[in-house]
């Protein structure tokens, strides 16, 4: 497989579950993110990940937990989630977390989530 | 606080040229970035700007100005499967992407 893969496409579940969404990046890249997409709103930035270590985490909250065991592999473990949170989870990965043309990111085609 | 403006969403006809305009304000500036989404799918890279003028890429085109926080995408001979929604992205001081909300582009025959 080539490209960022995540899965499942496709979520549902109660507030009272707790799932796991997988994303993984086969382009050799050192940074990874989590992005929520919600209809007609800007991409909303979740978390980042450099060489697997968390260099932002823009106060989302903790029912949302994320997990980076290595530069090729993110997670994003669910529990106690809200029907707000109904949304396409998008993970993303760059070769940089910062700088010019190179951190330019690359997404995977989401997980869309549903919390009845 | 930093802001991206893209229309909601716009409208034009097969075979013709649109222009999709971006206009931001944000703490610092590192780079443009413009993105295609069709319905259900990852959003994909267009073009990326950093200095004032037009990067064309076949039948894409970006156009950048500094001075004026503006950007904007253009699409000439348009095809059916232009229909998608262009996101617009500004890298800040603090290299954190910042996003526009969109613009849904609706081809018709």
């Known amino acids: 497989e080539t490209g960022v893969t995540q899965t499942p496409r496709h979520l549902v579940m109660g507030m009272t579950n707790k799932k796991s969404l997988k994303c993984e990046q086969h382009l050799g890249h050192n940074a990874m993110y989590w992005y929520k997409q919600s209809a007609k709103k800007p991409l909303e930035l979740m978390f980042v990940y450099s060489l697997e270590e968390r260099v932002e985490n823009n106060s989302v909250p903790s029912r949302f937990s994320p997990e980076c065991p290595n530069s090729s592999h993110l997670f994003l473990h669910l529990h106690t989630l809200q029907p707000e949170d109904s949304a396409l989870y998008l993970c993303a990965s760059s070769q940089e977390p910062t700088g010019g043309r190179a951190d330019t990111q690359y997404f995977g085609p989401g997980t869309r989530l549903t919390v009845l | 606080g930093q802001n991206i403006d893209q229309p909601t969403e716009m409208t034009a006809t097969e075979g013709a040229i649109v222009q999709i305009n971006c206009t931001y304000q944000?703490?610092?500036?590192?780079?443009l970035f413009w993105y295609q989404q069709h319905a259900g799918e990852a959003p994909t890279f267009l073009s990326y700007n950093v200095l004032d003028g037009l990067e064309e890429k076949g039948r894409f085109s970006s156009f950048l100005s500094r001075s004026k926080g503006y950007s904007y995408l253009l699409l000439k001979e348009l095809q059916m499967k232009d229909s998608a929604s262009y996101l617009c992205?500004?890298?800040?001081?603090?290299?954190?992407?910042?996003w526009g909300a969109g613009t849904k582009l609706i081809i018709k025959p």
């Open positions: 992205a500004v890298r800040d001081s603090n290299y954190q992407l910042i």
């Open positions: 944000t703490s610092g500036f590192n780079g």
